[in-house]
């Protein structure tokens, strides 16, 4: 399994921008994506995830509101659309896929990570 991510950036304070995350290879059963940010000298932190226990995107208190997660199951690509972006979001962000009937936002419970893209805010 492979994931792939690309669209980060440079932004400024209020600007939005999207990632995405391709996946390839073969997932041995059910699995979920989801993405995790990691700032400089802070441990990686969960950030949004495609499927709760109700069965529905959620999302880490912080970007709540202003981000927003979707997959085209299609193209297995998972998309991050960051909205109203503060300085507190720069980070390396990364997408993630977990197998499970449901995502733990926890980093030890990714089964599969992506390379990580840089997303800086200044203010």
């Known amino acids: 399994v492979q994931l792939v991510e690309s669209g980060g950036g440079l932004v400024q304070a209020g600007d939005s921008l999207r990632l995405s995350c391709a996946a390839s290879?073969?997932?041995?059963?059910?699995?979920?994506m989801g993405w995790f940010r990691q700032a400089p000298g802070e441990v990686r932190e969960f950030v949004a995830a495609t499927k709760s226990n109700e069965g529905l995107p959620f999302y880490a208190e912080s970007v709540k509101g202003r981000f927003a997660i979707s997959k085209d199951n299609g193209s297995n690509t998972v998309y991050l659309q960051m909205s109203n972006l503060k300085p507190e979001d720069t980070a390396v962000y990364f997408c993630?896929?977990?197998?499970?009937?449901?995502?733990?936002?926890?980093?030890?419970?990714?089964?599969?990570w992506g390379q990580g893209t840089q997303v800086t805010v200044s203010s």
């Open positions: 290879g073969h997932f041995a059963g059910l699995y979920h």
């Open positions: 993630a896929a977990q197998y499970g009937r449901i995502f733990i936002p926890r980093a030890r419970n990714v089964n599969f």
